[in-house]
């Protein structure tokens, strides 16, 4: 299956540089590219592609309003592209937005050709792409950011708890492995279970908590203090906030 990908970045060099890349591998296609994020969405509409690799910073419409435009404005019958955006993550503070309005994952821009590659498989698998090495500075450095430069950001770590409440001892380990990063080929090894299990657990927790994907449900699970040293685990109670377990 040919995966059909999408590029919009204000620099002409970086999109040919970035085509030159996607198309030399027999699984991907290139089927257009945007200087901006007006056009990025324009585009996407047009030509469905599978995932949209999206920059952040550019004229007129940002990666980060494109990101919620394309992703709560489709206009198609079923899902919208998966979006990968790329960013220096340093300076760009808004990539956290970006994540917040849907995006699936993000990308640094000096990654390797094989890690783009490997990026845009596991996004266009409706994977996100949630390195190990960089989660939880991530998402350190998304709670540390103000919550008005996140227009439409979820509710704080009360309602994350109670939202939490939806789920199961065993969801509640799921999520905060998937939180730490892990895979589902990781959490399938450490639990005992089967890839396929664990995929349809982490696809019942995000329906449960009304998530689009894993980056989400990392941060969610930050928000309700789950990755805190007093509660890397899940609660043994089996409740998000003293609740009564649950199997």
Same mark, same amino acid.
Do not use: C
């Given at each position: %299956?040919?995966?059909?990908?999408?590029?919009?970045?204000?620099?002409? %060099? !970086?999109?040919?540089?970035?085509?030159?890349?996607?198309?030399?591998?027999?699984?991907?296609?290139?089927?257009?590219? +945007?200087?901006?994020?007006?056009?990025?969405?324009?585009?996407?509409?047009?030509?469905?592609?599978?995932?949209?690799?999206?920059?952040?910073?550019?004229?007129?419409?940002?990666? !980060?309003?494109?990101?919620?435009?394309?992703?709560?404005?489709?206009?198609?019958?079923?899902?919208?592209?998966?979006? /990968?955006?790329?960013?220096?993550?340093?300076?760009?503070?808004?990539?956290?937005?970006?994540?917040? *309005?849907?995006?699936?994952?993000?990308?640094?821009?000096?990654?390797?050709?094989?890690?783009?590659?490997?990026?845009?498989?596991?996004?266009?698998?409706?994977? +996100? %792409?949630?390195?190990?090495?960089?989660?939880?500075?991530?998402?350190?450095?998304?709670?540390?950011?103000?919550?008005?430069?996140?227009?439409?950001?979820?509710?704080?770590?009360?309602? *994350?708890?109670?939202?939490?409440?939806?789920?199961?001892?065993?969801? /509640?380990?799921?999520?905060?492995?998937?939180?730490?990063?892990?895979?589902?080929?990781?959490? *399938?090894?450490?639990?005992?279970?089967?890839? *396929?299990?664990?995929?349809?657990?982490?696809?019942?927790?995000?329906?449960?908590?009304?998530?689009?994907?894993?980056?989400?449900?990392?941060?969610? +699970?930050?928000? +309700?203090? /789950?990755?805190?040293?007093?509660?890397?685990?899940?609660?043994?109670?089996?409740?998000?906030?003293?609740?009564?377990?649950?199997?």
């Amino acid at each position: %299956m040919t995966i059909r990908v999408l590029l919009a970045d204000d620099q002409e %060099m !970086v999109r040919d540089a970035l085509r030159a890349v996607i198309d030399r591998r027999p699984d991907f296609e290139v089927v257009g590219t +945007a200087a901006d994020g007006a056009e990025a969405v324009a585009r996407a509409v047009e030509l469905r592609p599978d995932v949209v690799v999206m920059d952040v910073r550019m004229p007129g419409t940002n990666g !980060v309003e494109a990101t919620r435009l394309l992703l709560a404005d489709w206009p198609h019958p079923g899902p919208p592209p998966r979006v /990968l955006v790329l960013t220096t993550f340093d300076l760009d503070e808004y990539v956290h937005a970006a994540l917040r *309005a849907g995006a699936g994952g993000f990308l640094l821009k000096n990654s390797p050709p094989d890690q783009l590659a490997h990026a845009l498989r596991v996004v266009a698998g409706g994977e +996100a %792409m949630l390195a190990p090495s960089v989660t939880h500075r991530l998402i350190g450095a998304f709670t540390a950011l103000p919550a008005g430069l996140l227009p439409g950001a979820p509710p704080g770590p009360t309602t *994350a708890d109670r939202r939490l409440d939806a789920l199961t001892a065993r969801e /509640l380990e799921v999520l905060v492995l998937v939180a730490r990063g892990q895979s589902n080929r990781r959490i *399938a090894d450490g639990l005992g279970l089967s890839q *396929a299990t664990v995929k349809s657990r982490v696809n019942r927790i995000l329906t449960r908590l009304g998530l689009d994907n894993r980056v989400q449900a990392a941060l969610l +699970a930050h928000e +309700a203090g /789950l990755l805190d040293p007093a509660a890397d685990r899940p609660r043994e109670d089996g409740g998000a906030h003293g609740g009564p377990g649950r199997p």
